[in-house]
């Protein structure tokens, strides 16, 4: 069942390394594309409102200087005024004096010619004629805009007139108090023209065309530019033709390391049971040590495993695949046989002497554990309290259960200890809420002692806290002098680390402890200590 989930699991995980790298490639194609296309429906927007702008300044500029000169309206020199304006004008075509919709004068030569139409006046007091019914030489129409009693004619298309990279661009002009487009050229939705607001510019998609519109800061009057969607689709494309292919490269290597990494844990977790079935399993047993007499009073059993091919497999790399693949159960199942072979006799007749033994967080989902305790102490004839077991932080997180765990050990007389304590999650909640006997100062905490390191306060902290819960505490991973010094004053009673010790054989720790009894040595090296036993090698 377990096997089924993994491999599902597994392969759901290689699909999602497989399939995310191009489809997070092909979302950023799609974003390019987009910011690309909208950059340049921005820039004919901004082209369309400069020139319109432009018309506009010169078309008031050239009316007010007319109303300014005082002249009478048609007089000689009126009209030498009006063709003055004209010619220095670059986007007008004509400008000159109106009555009832005639223009009567002007600066083109001629009879008074009609305007047409009004189509409609703006707020400011603006008369635009969209159609002025004068043919020009070239065909092109004309529009006219008139303020006091004066217009200024302009080709109608002028503002529109500029170049455009790709084809089918549409281009728009309109008075932002009416919603219509002024002059248009190509496709416009009167839908869009509402959705400006009084924003400044807009750029968005109807799914048909992807359009930019841009308010003018000194008329009334805001540019439009669209381009059809299959503009943005085939950038999207193209820049997907660069993209894709790595993103494929990027999801096949991870769909890759995926696989590798599973086929190793399950080799891994196959290896575990060989190596189960196989006995390649021992214990190596760290020293721990009354820090007051200097005696080794226990040990740690720290499991080891050599695998088939005669490597030392370190407990970081099989202990998490053991938990992940379920036979964590049996490997501490096997630690507690290999230290009832290796330290039963010992215990039996020094009940006094401690050997601490791992647990992890799924043995303390049940009380088999307590069994499995129950046979070792009757098979060696060792007492219970010769027993301590080190829960981790994470071994509390089904705290209901691990009460039940630990009332059960109790019960018995067997000690916990919170192992690798500050590390993980657990607060001082877990400490009162739980019903422990020692606390292990994680090893982080001892290496900061004496370097001035922010956390070397801690040490402290946990210290007093374990005092105050009368917690008995054992310090992990103590390398030097200073650091057993400092742990003595303040009242730490064990420790364990390299200064006293390497993991070793169980033998070395007997005779330490036996030599203490027998006062004839004390664990604490003095400084021409010749060194720590070595590791047994099973
Ligand atoms: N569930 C089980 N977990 C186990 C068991 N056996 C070991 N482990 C856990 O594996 C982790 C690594 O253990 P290991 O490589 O054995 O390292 C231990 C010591 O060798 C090391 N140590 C001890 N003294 C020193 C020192 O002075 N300096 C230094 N750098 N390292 C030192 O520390 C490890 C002991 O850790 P701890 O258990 O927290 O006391 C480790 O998490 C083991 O718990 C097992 O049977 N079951």
């Known amino acids: ?7 599902g699991l597994t392969l759901m995980l290689a699909v999602a ?64 005024l009006m063709r003055e304006i004209d010619l220095t004008s670059t986007y007008l075509q004509a400008i ?82 009416r919603d219509t487009a002024t002059i248009q050229h190509g496709y416009i939705a009167p839908a869009w023209l509402g959705r400006l607001g009084k924003q400044p510019s807009l750029t968005f998609s109807d799914g048909r065309y992807l359009v930019t519109m841009v308010r003018s800061q000194h ?49 891994l977790v196959s290896s575990l049971r060989v190596g189960l079935r196989r006995n390649q399993f021992f214990i190596a047993y760290q020293p721990m040590i009354d820090l007051r007499s200097g005696h080794c009073v226990g040990v740690e059993a720290l499991l080891r495993w050599r695998d088939g091919a005669g490597e030392l497999v370190p407990p970081e790399i099989f202990i998490p ?56 102490i009757a098979r060696s004839g060792a007492l219970p ?41 657990s607060s001082l909640s877990y400490l009162e809420s739980l019903d422990l006997d020692f606390l292990k100062i994680d090893r982080s905490f001892i290496e900061s002692i004496g370097t001035g390191a922010p956390i070397s306060q801690v040490v402290s902290h946990i210290i007093g806290m374990a005092h105050n819960l009368e917690l008995r505490m054992i310090a992990e991973g103590v390398e030097n002098h200073e650091q057993a010094a400092f742990l003595r004053v303040r009242g730490v009673g064990y420790a364990q680390g390299w200064l006293f010790s390497h993991p070793a054989s169980f033998e070395h720790a007997a005779n330490l402890h036996r030599a203490a009894l027998e006062s004839r040595a004390r664990c604490l090296p003095q400084p021409t200590h010749a060194g720590p036993g070595p590791e047994p090698q099973d």
């Open 321 to 376: 695949v053991a938990e992940s693949s379920g036979l964590i159960g049996k490997l501490t199942e096997r630690v507690i046989d290999l230290v009832c072979e290796d330290a039963g006799l010992f215990l039996a007749s020094h009940p006094g002497f401690h050997v601490a033994i791992n647990l992890s967080p799924a043995d303390l989902r049940s009380t088999a554990i307590v069994g499995m305790l129950d046979r070792m």
């Open 385 to 425: 309290s010769n027993v301590i077991v080190e829960i981790t932080e994470r071994g509390f997180v089904d705290k209901e259960k691990a009460r039940e765990v630990i009332a059960a050990l109790h019960a018995r007389g067997i000690e916990v200890a919170i192992d690798d304590f500050g590390t993980g999650y």
């Open 1 to 7: 069942m377990r096997r089924h989930l993994t491999f």
């Open 219 to 267: 008329f009334l009057t805001a540019a439009i530019a669209a381009t059809p969607i299959a503009h943005l689709a085939a950038r999207t494309r193209e820049i997907a033709a660069r993209l894709v292919p790595a993103g494929l490269f990027a999801g096949l290597a991870a769909a890759a390391a995926v696989l590798l990494l599973a086929r190793q844990q399950l080799s």
């Open 17 to 80: 390394a497989l399939v995310l790298p191009p489809w997070l490639v092909w979302r950023e194609a799609q974003r390019q594309a987009f910011d690309a296309e909208s950059a340049l429906t921005l820039g004919y927007a901004h082209d369309v409102l400069h020139r319109t702008d432009e018309t506009g300044r010169q078309a008031l500029a050239g009316i007010q200087a007319l109303l300014k000169s005082g002249l009478p309206p048609c007089s000689d020199g009126a009209r030498e």
């Open 96 to 177: 000159g004096y109106v009555r009832n919709g005639m223009l009567v004068c002007s600066s083109m030569t001629g009879a008074p010619v009609p305007l047409g139409p009004r189509s409609f006046r703006t707020g400011n007091g603006v008369d635009f004629y969209l159609d002025v019914p004068i043919r020009t030489t070239f065909g092109h129409p004309l529009l006219a805009l008139e303020l006091d009693s004066y217009a200024a004619l302009i080709h109608r298309d002028l503002p529109l007139d500029i170049w455009t990279s790709v084809p089918d661009v549409s281009l728009a002009i309109m008075h932002v108090e």
